[in-house]
């Protein structure tokens, strides 16, 4: 698979373009649906945005953002998990634990950061814009392809700038770090990265256990 097709499809998995695409090939898929999951979403992403404003505008501070959990020495917060775990649950994919998935996929994450700065393959700001409007233009071109998108947007309560800014910004260079080292990883004929390697421990353990 090339590239960039593999990278587009990481993206794809991380947002609702996913869920799109299935739709306008699976009728029993509908608007309704994607409005639904859009939805379940819009709460936990607006929540992450504001803590993420306030904390660039300097109206907060990093001492005030309540952590999750920290992994090889970077703090999770709680907005930017429930971010993804809501996601995970909205989406009605089975999952065994909601919650483990989440975490699991933030160790991915700090691990595939690690490796692609040694490794010189951590992807550019170039590159992650690159990728965000190619993902738009592939989108762009399916049939019937506004229509769900609306709908999406609606359930969210963003504009469509406001979605792909938060795309380019939150999604996109996660989906396109792991893509790079998925790659280069293959290329090089390497073992594939354990995960449980990494040092993590969630900090409010009451929260987390609270959640499925």
Request: aromatic share 12%.
């Amino acid at each position: 698979m090339e590239k960039k097709n593999r990278i587009l499809i990481i993206i794809l998995f991380l947002c609702i373009i996913l869920l799109i695409s299935l739709a306008l090939k699976n009728k029993a898929i509908g608007k309704d649906h994607i409005y639904s999951y859009a939805e379940g979403r819009a709460e936990a992403i607006a929540a992450f945005i504001e803590e993420e404003e306030a904390l660039e505008n300097g109206e907060i501070s990093e001492d005030d953002i309540e952590y999750i959990g920290e992994i090889n020495g970077n703090k999770i917060s709680k907005k930017f998990f429930m971010v993804r775990y809501i996601s995970r649950v909205s989406s009605e994919l089975n999952y065994e634990s909601y919650k483990e998935d989440t975490w699991d996929s933030f160790k991915r994450d700090v691990l595939n950061k690690e490796y692609a700065i040694e490794h010189c393959i951590y992807p550019t700001n170039e590159e992650i814009v690159n990728a965000v409007e190619s993902n738009k233009a592939e989108f762009e071109a399916m049939d019937e392809s506004e229509t769900f998108f609306e709908s999406f947007l609606s359930g969210l309560g963003m504009t469509a700038e406001e979605y792909w800014n938060y795309n380019l910004k939150y999604e996109a260079p996660y989906g396109i770090l792991n893509g790079n080292v998925e790659e280069y990883i293959e290329e090089n004929k390497l073992e594939p990265l354990d995960y449980d390697s990494v040092e993590s421990i969630i900090i409010d353990e009451e929260f987390y256990n609270s959640l499925q």
